[in-house]
């Protein structure tokens, strides 16, 4: 029973240290930092141009389809569009994508929000 619970921790500590030197590790690019679009569209073009219509388009998605609707036409991946509407106005919500080895994070404004959202006043 020892040995093989040795021979298990060896290979978990053996498998994360091969996760631990992938080089593939996605960097995050975090859109609402200024510059950060016009860096991308210096380094990865075909990417900014996809970040874009992403951005541009998300508003005229129903809510709910966002996440299936990045995954179908741009081949997004891990997409992250919580149900959750910031208290500013307009009202906000957080946007997360990866396109190929980058994630992509950003605040999306809201103008298709029903008339039920008051702000805080």
């Known amino acids: 029973m020892l040995k093989a ?17 992938d080089p593939r590790v996605p960097r995050v690019i975090d859109l ?3 510059g950060a679009l016009e860096a991308l569209q210096r ?4 990417h900014y141009d996809t970040v874009r219509k992403i951005v541009a388009g998300v508003g005229a998605q129903r809510n709910p ?14 997409v ?10 307009p009202p906000q919500r957080r ?3 990866a396109l190929d080895d980058t994630r992509y994070q950003t605040v999306i ?11 805080l006043k």
Do not use: C, E, H, K
């Open 43 to 46: 380094s990865n073009p075909a």
């Open 95 to 97: 946007l997360a994508f």
């Open 32 to 34: 609402d930092t200024p």
């Open 109 to 119: 404004t809201l103008t298709n929000v029903r008339g039920d959202v008051v702000p």
């Open 65 to 78: 389809d966002v996440p299936r609707w990045i995954q179908a036409n741009f081949a997004g991946r891990d």
């Open 5 to 21: 619970l040795a021979i298990a921790g060896a290979l978990v500590v053996s498998a994360l240290s091969v996760a631990a030197a």
């Open 80 to 89: 992250q569009y919580a149900p959750i509407v910031m208290t500013s106005f």
